[in-house]
Each structure stands twice: as C-alpha cells, then as structure tokens.
C-alpha cells in the first residue's frame, strides 16, 4: 500500500500564489508519474499537472493553468510539489494527490502499477 499525505492549501485572494505538496510513502519501488487534480464546485475531476517520471520528468499541465502553474518532485524525497501563482477565483476547488506506483521489484518485471490517491487539500481563490 501506498499513502499520499497533501498539504499547502488555503484561502488567497486572486492574483496570489500557493504552494502544494504531496508525500508518498509506503510500498514504493518504482514511480512512474505523479499528478494533481481538482475538483471545483459542480464540476467533474480534472487533471491539472502531471510529472512523468519514466519518461524523463516530462510534465503536462491542463491548458487553464500553463504559465501560471509549476510541478516539480524533489530528487532526494517522494514528494511532488504544485506551485500556483496568478491564482483566479476558478482555481478554487480540492486539490488530490495522484500517483502511479510499482510497488515491488517482482511487479516491475511485469510492469504492474497501481494508482492511488491523497485525501484532498481545500484551496479557495477569492475574488
């Protein structure tokens, strides 16, 4: 098992800036990609910023949040961090941790991941 610890969220008026963090720890050999989403009052999950870390940290972010937001991991630690600046009030929503995870050295040579989410960490962008 693997469990997600997310924290950084808030209330900031529009215009400021948050920082997002997410730790993984638990039953980790090997991660494949971490990613934030959100879900926003009357709407679906969405994603937001992924890292790709099979693929040499590549990153995607969905089109409303280029330029304003950064996702990073830090080298030594299994944290992934989402950096939001320029915050509008349609930023505002719960945040989830996301992560793909091969748990044991047996599960990579049949390249078995598995998915799993953070609680969720509250951010409010007021107008």
């Known amino acids: 098992q693997v469990q997600l610890v997310e924290s950084g969220g808030g209330l900031v008026q529009a215009g400021g800036s948050l920082r997002l963090s997410c730790a993984a720890s638990?039953?980790?050999?090997?991660?494949?990609?971490m990613s934030w989403y959100r879900q926003s009052p009357g709407k679906q999950r969405e994603s937001v910023a992924t890292i790709n870390l099979a693929s040499g940290r590549s990153t995607e972010y969905a089109d409303s949040v280029k330029g304003r937001f950064t996702i990073s991991k830090d080298n030594t630690k299994n944290t992934v961090y989402l950096e939001m600046n320029s915050l509008k009030p349609e930023d505002t929503g719960v945040y989830y941790c996301?992560?793909?995870?091969?748990?044991?050295?047996?599960?990579?040579?049949?390249?078995?991941?598995?998915?799993?989410w953070g609680q969720g960490t509250q951010v409010t962008v007021s107008s």
């Open positions: 996301n992560t793909e995870v091969i748990s044991t050295y047996y599960d990579s040579l049949f390249r078995r991941a598995a998915n799993y």
């Open positions: 638990g039953s980790i050999f090997k991660i494949n990609a």
